[in-house]
């Protein structure tokens, strides 16, 4: 069945980076899309970033196309989200869902990254 | 900048019916913002129920359904059961741009 695996957690310094991955079970990874959401500890979910895993098209929400890149590997079957330049309000929980035309499917389970000093 | 709103926080009773809504400042919600719903139980990963608009997937309940209705996105639930006490959050499209509503949360008392 499709299922989207993300990489374990994450602790970074502020102004490092980060590269979460999302590799994806189940179905023909370039078929689909793959958009990325976070959610900060207590607070509700916020649209990141989008890639065509067939093209490598991305669209980004205004708030990330500064620090952050979304890229695919098909050979793979794996999304990746790069995130630069962190700070303590990137620490939250970060996930990937399969995503076509609109509509969106399946979740990863979700990747804490952790910003402290 | 867009704003997506939802109820705060609704409390329905065990088999009964609740609607939440999802609304724009930009103006009334239509298909062409192709909406989608998610559920998120505490300390879980969120899940897809409804796509563009009124579309379930294999694993949503029936019980759960949406539509446009006044110029909103809306999810119904009937027959609310113990385990649909959550978080919902709404999703709109604007020229591939999306936004997510801030959530409702759901008490089943």
């Known amino acids: 069945q499709v299922q989207l695996v993300q990489s374990g957690a994450e602790v970074q310094k502020p102004g490092a980076s980060v590269k979460v991955s999302c590799k994806a079970y189940?179905?023909?990874?370039?078929?689909?899309?793959v958009t990325w959401v976070r959610q900060a500890p207590g607070k509700g979910l916020e649209w990141m970033a989008w890639?065509?895993?067939?093209?490598?098209?991305?669209f980004y929400a205004q708030n990330f196309q500064d620090r952050v890149t979304v890229t695919t590997d098909p050979s793979t079957n794996t999304a990746y989200l790069e995130m630069r330049s962190l700070r303590s309000d990137d620490t939250a929980m970060y996930y990937c869902?399969?995503?076509?035309?609109?509509?969106?499917?399946?979740w990863g389970q979700g990747t804490l990254v952790t910003v402290s000093s | 900048q867009t704003v997506v709103t939802q109820e705060t926080s609704l409390t329905v009773s065990p088999g009964g019916t609740v609607t939440l809504t999802c609304a724009s400042t930009?103006?009334?919600?239509?298909?062409?913002?192709?909406p989608n719903w998610f559920q998120q139980r505490p300390g879980q990963a969120p899940r897809t129920l409804i796509y563009r608009t009124n579309n379930k997937h294999s694993w949503t309940p029936a019980r759960f359904s949406g539509s446009l209705l006044g110029g909103k996105a809306t999810l119904t639930l009937s027959g609310v059961q113990p385990e649909d006490e959550a978080d919902y959050y709404c999703?709109?499209?604007?020229?591939?741009?999306?936004?997510f509503g801030g959530g409702t949360k759901l008490t089943v008392l």
């Open positions: 890639v065509n895993a067939h093209d490598g098209n991305t």
């Open positions: 869902v399969r995503d076509y035309d609109y509509i969106c499917g399946s």
């Open positions: 930009t103006g009334a919600v239509t298909s062409g913002n192709f």
């Open positions: 189940g179905y023909t990874f370039s078929s689909y899309g």
């Open positions: 999703l709109l499209n604007f020229q591939n741009n999306w936004f």
